[in-house]
């Protein structure tokens, strides 16, 4: 089976990637491809939060959104490091939902993970959740990982 | 998008894992609904003021300098296809961090005053429609809801995006129509297209006043290099694309500007705050003149909208790349978890332009003029130097970073930009020399900021690194 594995940048997009790993058979899974989508008129085209800091200051040189998308779906992929499956990346760039179908119907996926931002009022009331457009139309299932609610001291 | 045909070079090869969304027409579409709604509704009247019936060759000069300075920016983004614009260039080919801030600063004050003056000219068109609400009113919920659909995404579709590039030019296309109909019908004096009327002022100086007003209504193009990076094969279609929209806009502009050259009396067109809604109200098409008018005002308002969307994009993006390097406090670098938008900085712009509306109508005029309008104006002169550094910085880069497939723009072409860059800087200081305080003073506002960042700079970068650890 060939799963696709979405990443925004997020850290809620690497818990996902955790919890596929914490309960899925590697044995059954082929190839895993990370995935991120890089959005070219949004304001910030992509963000990387999973990046380590590097406490050097960045020059203005480096940016480039497509580092940015680089470096983290690297980050969600080292997750499956050793895992077993075959493990690739892809950047991709348009409208987020969009482009995990097309990436799934392509890879002819048999699951496609994704994260779920904030259970709170934005998700409900602003229209246009990925994750909702990915579970309304992606050609196979799909695993929306929400955040856990909030015990853990922010 | 990407997924019609694959082009063969290296850049969107599928196994590589990258694809690129943006095609040449897209781009086009982009430079062109960005020029379009900047300035023309308003410039023209100004222009036709200073010069006469013969303005449109004041257009046509203006859009020429404007297009050659394009074609540095295409040489540069084919070079670094990279989102950081001209403060990238001039990093590269100066090294200077000082100047590289500054050119930001200048950058980022000019966008405000812009944003803020695009609202006002919103507000004015907007009460044709409807007269009820107080124009600040309508300025503020403006920006506010430009701001909020900025958070949500909405401006990411490339369909709205062409749909408002097609709004706009249905606009510029209508009064074409109208005067195409006015020649046709036998009325039209060619004779006015060759007056020039420039009153007391030496009829040098005038042209050149009427080539700064009219280049004005071409800024806008540098945030093409927004996208740079998401253009499929950039090396070929983006000064394709660049040039193209601009050469396009500025045949647009020419036209139109003959347009309402012929159906207006000139004295009507520089007297009047929304010169275009004359050629509109002249009633030379056998429609509803109360209609057509209400149409024109929204397609205005259309156009504007555009405009002022493309800088509330490029503000936040600007803080972003400044608080990832550090010269501004990381709160700017902040993305919002579900949304993944940079909401402070989303935040920031919109309360620094509400701010200017609001001290501007406290503020009802500075040396004659509306503070905003001023502000607008004052900053046009650091455009004027950033496109000038820019094709400077364009010169100064030939023989690094050489690609074999970068665009090479023609040298002669740009030392003639360059000379007329400085020329319109040159006029707009001579006629108004108070506006050198008040860059002076904005500088002043940037150098502190520099300073104050430089000094305690660290403070933020170990909250960001501390935000990082949370998880």
């Not at chain 1, 899974?29 to 990046?51: E, G, M, N, Q, S």
């Not at chain 1, 380590?52 to 779906?73: N, Q, V």
Request: net charge neutral; proline share 4%; glycine share 8%.
């Amino acid at each position: 089976m060939h799963v696709i594995v979405a990443t925004d940048g997020s850290r809620q997009s690497l818990a996902a990637a955790k919890h596929l790993k914490s309960f899925a058979d590697p044995a059954k899974i082929t190839t895993i491809t990370v995935v991120a989508v890089i959005r070219p008129y949004a304001a910030v085209a992509f963000a990387d939060d999973l990046a380590p800091a590097s406490g050097k200051p960045a020059d203005f040189d480096s940016l480039s959104f497509r580092d940015a998308a680089d470096s983290a779906t690297k980050a969600v992929a080292a997750v499956f490091d050793g895992w077993g499956p075959k493990v690739q990346v892809r950047i991709r760039s348009g409208s987020p939902a969009n482009e995990i179908i097309k990436a799934a119907k392509q890879a002819d996926a048999g699951l496609v993970v994704v994260a779920a931002g904030n259970r709170g009022l934005s998700d409900t009331v602003l229209l246009g959740s990925t994750a909702q457009r990915v579970q309304h139309s992606a050609p196979c299932p799909v695993l929306v990982v929400r955040p856990a609610p909030r015990k853990r001291k922010k | 998008m990407a997924e019609v045909s694959t082009p063969t070079t290296s850049d969107v090869e599928d196994d590589g894992g990258l694809r690129r969304s943006i095609t040449g027409k897209q781009l086009f579409f982009y430079t062109l609904g960005d020029v379009l709604g900047s300035g023309i509704y308003v410039l023209i009247g100004l222009v036709a003021a200073a010069v006469g019936g013969a303005f449109w060759i004041a257009f046509a000069v203006g859009v020429s300098i404007a297009a050659i300075t394009g074609t540095a920016y295409a040489e540069l983004v084919t070079k670094y296809p990279q989102a950081a614009g001209a403060a990238l260039y001039v990093n590269k080919a100066f090294g200077s961090r000082v100047l590289t801030f500054l050119i930001t600063v200048s950058f980022l004050s000019a966008s405000f005053a812009a944003a803020g003056s695009l609202a006002g000219g919103f507000a004015s068109y907007f009460s044709t429609l409807w007269d009820g609400p107080p124009a600040l009113l309508v300025t503020l919920v403006f920006v506010a809801v430009l701001t909020v659909v900025n958070f949500i995404g909405i401006t990411e579709s490339v369909v709205i995006n062409m749909l408002m590039t097609f709004v706009e030019l249905a606009g510029l296309i209508l009064v074409l129509v109208i005067a195409v109909w006015y020649i046709f019908e036998g009325n039209a004096d060619f004779g006015v297209l060759v007056d020039f009327d420039t009153g007391d002022t030496h009829w040098s100086l005038a042209i050149l006043a009427g080539v700064a007003l009219s280049f004005f209504a071409m800024t806008g193009f540098e945030n093409t290099a927004n996208v740079a990076e998401e253009t499929i094969d950039p090396h070929k279609s983006f000064p394709r694309s660049l040039i193209g929209g601009m050469v396009t806009a500025g045949v647009v502009y020419v036209l139109v500007s003959m347009a309402a050259a012929l159906t207006v009396p000139t004295d009507t067109l520089a007297g009047s705050p929304a010169a275009l809604l004359e050629v509109v109200r002249t009633g030379i098409l056998p429609l509803d003149t109360g209609f057509m008018t209400k149409l024109f005002s929204v397609i205005a308002l259309v156009a504007i909208t555009n405009t002022t969307l493309v800088a509330i994009v490029t503000q936040p993006r600007i803080l972003y790349g400044m608080a990832k390097e550090d010269v501004v406090p990381g709160v700017f670098g902040k993305i919002h978890a579900t949304r993944r938008s940079p909401w402070v900085g989303l935040l920031f712009s919109g309360a620094v332009v509400c701010g200017l509306l609001v001290v501007g109508t406290l503020v009802p005029a500075v040396e004659g003029t509306p503070l905003v309008e001023r502000l607008a104006l004052v900053t046009v002169l650091f455009l004027l130097f950033i496109y000038a550094l820019v094709i400077v910085t364009c010169l100064k880069l030939r023989g690094t970073d050489e690609d074999e497939r970068a665009f090479r723009a023609n040298t002669p072409l740009l030392l003639i930009g360059l000379l007329g860059n400085l020329l319109i800087l040159g006029w707009s200081v001579y006629d108004d020399p108070t506006s050198l305080l008040w860059c002076a003073g904005l500088l002043a506002i940037g150098v502190v900021l520099f300073l104050v960042e430089y000094f305690f700079g660290s403070r933020s970068s170990s909250t960001s690194a501390g935000a990082t650890k949370e998880i």
